[in-house]
């Protein structure tokens, strides 16, 4: 089983920059899947962001420009740095890894979650 540990929320003012980083409990021979969700206040789950297996990344219409996803190291994980943040960037941000691990095992995890708060 691969476990998903999520870091990097908190509370920051409009324009502001958060980091959030999914760590992966370990190495894994592939991550097929990787992508960012995201829980809105009073809404559904949503799609955020996520990078193919080839490195191309894709970005929901509401985040481009402004959010960049990257791949970390040795297939340990996934980053998104959100830059310009907004009032409505407020929300719970979920991490997702799929793929096979070094025992040539399908995976496919979410991460806890965490809060961003966007606020004056």
């Known amino acids: 089983q691969i476990h998903l540990e999520e870091s990097g929320g908190g509370s920051v003012r409009p324009g502001g920059s958060l980091r959030l980083s999914c760590a992966a409990s370990?190495?894994?021979?592939?991550?097929?899947?990787m992508d960012w969700y995201r829980e809105r206040p009073g809404k559904q789950r949503e799609f955020v962001a996520l990078m193919t297996s080839r490195n191309i990344p894709d970005y929901a219409d509401s985040v481009k420009g402004r959010f960049i996803i990257s791949r970390d190291g040795a297939n340990r994980g996934t980053s998104l740095l959100m830059n310009n943040l907004r009032p409505e960037d407020t929300g719970v941000y979920y991490c997702h890894l799929a793929g096979v691990t070094s025992q040539f095992r399908g995976y496919d995890s979410w991460g806890q979650g965490v809060q961003v708060t966007v606020s004056s």
């Open positions: 370990r190495s894994v021979m592939s991550i097929e899947t």
